[in-house]
DNA sequence: GTCTATATTAAGATAGAC
DNA sequence: GTCTATCTTAATATAGAC
């Protein structure tokens, strides 16, 4: 039987990306060595180099990758001017994307401190074009009077700090389908943003 | 000039537990190796293993004291029966003693990867007993009626994870005064829980 | 593109002298 | 209690054959 083009074998390249995805999130970084990766990926150690300078180089792909995708997808994602359904729309856009890819997320925001000064920088960059999305529309709403928030950038960073957190525990077979958690989520943050009569 | 005792020199036991602590959240635990340790301590590697088994003891001591510490500080804390008040001196305590201690608490947020399996059910054991603290109180306040919540174990990782996350940004010399942090967050956790009319 | 082999360095841990 | 010396294993990375 002929090979399918492209179907049955995933390239070496792929399966290295994905293996590293997968054991850098399990194990840690630093935990986890070249060898230890080119066995899961059933390939011997040598064979790595070829699609990475060095182990550093896989680690900021990962974390770079991730960053740029989240921001283009969001990105294409926003659309409506109103300030709450905007802040509706973040919160849904930001618990579907994170618990979908839990490995990355998980790798970018634990393995910061494992990133040469250099790359930590360039990261850094693209984690606060993502809090300044959210702070935006906090800004936005605020000035609409649509939002009653003291401090936007405090509120931006609760708002992602709790969001996130979902990541460690959600579990799809878990007591609560993610439609109840993103409603749970949002009625928290909408409480926390909108002018009350207490 | 003879030695003032127990002021000068600190016993080698406290510095080993403190150079760990310092370099585990500085580069991670898989990251530091016994001899940058023993570097750090200003012994040699040997010496070292007079004050722990292995690598992996140090860590689960760190951890392990530093969730019973934080569990009976809470314990000796709390007092008053007003849910409202009880639910205020816990984010005041929760963000002072994490910030006080954050080498430890990035440790024990950080590094549950890396311990034994009995380790870590003991650990997940105490974070489960600090989340469940929080959550008597959510519980306590819902059945008096003077919080409306709507599930009170994901408000109550929400707000754990909320505060936790201010270890990540705050810094005593940043824009906000620790007491202005504070009330910041408490007014955004009461908005949460208590009942609105919108 | 992958393998084997290897260079080099460093890791965790222990034994025994002082 | 600390040091030096050492055992053993494993790490990152590279060279060169197939």
Redesign the pocket.
Known sequence: MPRTIGSYSQ???TLVRQSAERLFARHGY?A???????SDV???????????????ALLFAIMSEHMTELLQAWSREWQSTDPIDQLSQFLNFHLDYHLARRDAVFIAYMELRNLDAANFEEIETLRRQYEDALEQILIAGKSAKAFDIADTRITTLAIIGMLTEVVTWYRPDGRLKLDEVKSHYREMVLRMVMPQTR
């Open positions: 390239n070496t390249r630093a986890v060595s070249m060898r230890q990766l080119a059933g390939v011997q150690v040598g064979t790595i180099y070829n699609y990475t300078k060095d182990k550093q």
